[in-house]
T-cell receptor, first 113, second 109 residues
Framework: EAGVTQFPSHSVIEKGQTVTLRCDPI?????LYWYRRVMGKEIKFLLH????????ESGMPNNRFLAERTGGTYSTLKVQPAELEDSGVYFC???????????FGPGTRLTVT | GQSLEQPSEVTAVEGAIVQINCTYQ??????LSWYQQHDGGAPTFLSY????GLEETGRFSSFLSRSDSYGYLLLQELQMKDSASYFC??????????FGSGTRLLVRP
């Protein structure tokens, strides 16, 4: 069974540019989560999808971040325009049920210069 | 606020036993999880405690005391490959994971 995959693995962009991160969850997992780890700090929750619906987006930093999960399969997280403080590693995770363990992808390392 | 506290770094010798503690303060509690992360890799699920007591999975065990808001991860027969960061995480009332800042474990020969 394939795990959670994320693309790209690394992205370097300039301040003000736009970047779109993609996450493909484990097949059949209705729950998809986005997390972020900034500068060696703790991993912080961004938002949670159940199928194509946003269940909880309380962790989204501001309106420069837009997450979508059309069709309830893969998800994208767009940052527009990117700021320096957006640099970090963005993780995606999925789970079969809400209370089941979450499986993480390898992350996308975003560097904003 | 919500917070989890764990030591920033632990060093141990190959073959030894090490315990990584975690105390938490969160709104709602649906269990304590432990994740392992090697540099540049994905956090990998290790264990989950929803009820008080000890859960054992091979060389790794995890303990939870809900009355003390405390848990720990116990690693036995340490191997060099166990060098990694270990995160405790609480599932809160909205089911998202709240992570600690991680404990970097260094296993020395």
């Amino acid at each position: 069974e394939a795990g959670v995959t994320q693309f790209p693995s690394h992205s370097v962009i300039e301040k003000g540019q736009t970047v779109t991160l993609r996450c493909d969850p484990i097949s059949g997992h209705d729950n998809l989560y986005w997390y972020r780890r900034v500068m060696g700090k703790e991993i912080k929750f961004l938002l949670h999808f159940v199928k194509e619906s946003k269940q909880d987006e309380s962790g989204m930093p501001n309106n420069r971040f837009l997450a979508e999960r059309t069709g309830g399969t893969y998800s994208t997280l767009k940052v527009q325009p990117a700021e320096l403080e957006d640099s970090g590693v963005y993780f995606c995770a999925s789970s079969q049920e809400t209370l089941y363990e979450q499986y993480f992808g390898p992350g996308t390392r975003l560097t904003v210069t | 606020g919500q917070s989890l506290e764990q030591p920033s770094e632990v060093t141990a010798v190959e073959g030894a036993i090490v315990q990584i503690n975690c105390t938490y303060q969160t709104s709602g509690f649906y269990g304590l999880s432990w994740y392992q992360q090697h540099d540049g890799g994905a956090p990998t699920f290790l264990s989950y405690n929803a009820l008080d007591g000890l859960e054992e999975t091979g060389r790794f065990s995890s303990f939870l005391s809900r009355s003390d808001s405390y848990g720990y991860l116990l690693l036995q027969e340490l191997q060099m490959k166990d060098s990694a960061s270990y995160f405790c995480a609480v599932r809160d009332s909205s089911y998202k994971l709240i992570f600690g800042s991680g404990t970097r474990l260094l296993v020395r020969p």
